[in-house]
C-alpha cells in the first residue's frame, strides 16, 4: 500500500517551523532575489546593447551565455533550498551560516538536477508541440492557405473566432484537455527536484520514483496545490509582506509531504550514480 500525508499536517508543520527558522529563510529569500535581481540587470544592459545596430550580434551571444550561467546558477541555489528545506523539516537547528553555505556547496548534484530540469522541459516542450499541432490540424485546417499575406488564415481564425461557437467550443475543449494533462505531468513529477537532492537519483529514476510516488495521492496533491494557492493569496492580501512568510510555509508543508510519500526511497549508494 503506498505512503500517503495529510494536507492539514503539511500546513501546521509549515506554520509551526516558520517562527523557529524566520532567520534562515529570510537568508534564504535575501539570496534567492539577490541573483535573480543581478541576472535581471544584466539581461536589462544587454537588452541596451541589442538596439545598437552594431552589437546586435554579440550582444545576443551574451545574452545566451547570461542564460546559462543564470540557470546553472538556478539550478545551484535550488538545490541548496531544497536541502535547507528538508532539514529544517527534519527538525535541524541551521545557523545563518549553515543556511547560506547549504546554498553553494550543492555541487554534487548540479549535473543530476540539470539533466532533469532539461529532461521536464522537453516533456513539457513536447506537451505544447502536441497542442499546437493538434490545433492546427482539426481547427486550422479550413483556414490554411498559400497566400502568406495573411499568415496561413492566423489571423481570420482568430478574428472570427467568438462569432463562430462550434469553433470556439472546439478551442476551448482542447486547450482543457491539455491544460488537464499538463496539470497530471506537474503533479505526477512534482517531486523529481527533492528526490536527486536527497536521495542523489539520477534524472530518469528522480522522474519515475516521482511519478511511483505520487500514483495514489494525484487529488490529494491537488488539494495542497489549491491550499498552497490559498496561503499566498492571503500572505499577498497582508500588504504583500506575507508572501516572504508564506512561501517558506508552502516550501516546508512541501517537504512534510514529501516525507511521508518518499519513506521507503532508499538513497543511492556512494559511487553507483555519477
Known sequence: MQKTFSIKEAFESGFDHLGKNIGVFAAVFGILFASQFVFGFLAGGIGMLKAIPALALPALFLRLSVNAVSFVISMLLTAGMLKVVLQVHDG?????????????????YLVNLVLASILTGLIFLGLALAFFAVL??????????LNVQTAFGLKDFFVGLPHNPSVLAEFIGISLVFLAVYIYLLTRISFYMYLVVDKD???????????????????????????????????????CIGIFAAIPVCWVARAQIYRKLSAEISPVPAGQNP
Open 92 to 108: 535541524k537547528k541551521l545557523e545563518l551560516q549553515d543556511a547560506v553555505r547549504e546554498l553553494f556547496v550543492n555541487h554534487k
Open 136 to 145: 492546427v490540424l482539426t481547427m486550422l485546417a479550413p483556414y490554411l492557405s
Open 201 to 239: 537519483l539520477g534524472p530518469v529514476e528522480s522522474i519515475k520514483k516521482s511519478f511511483e510516488m505520487t500514483t495514489e495521492n494525484f487529488w490529494k496533491l491537488i488539494g495542497f496545490q489549491l491550499g498552497s494557492f490559498g496561503v499566498m493569496i492571503l500572505g499577498l492580501l497582508c500588504c
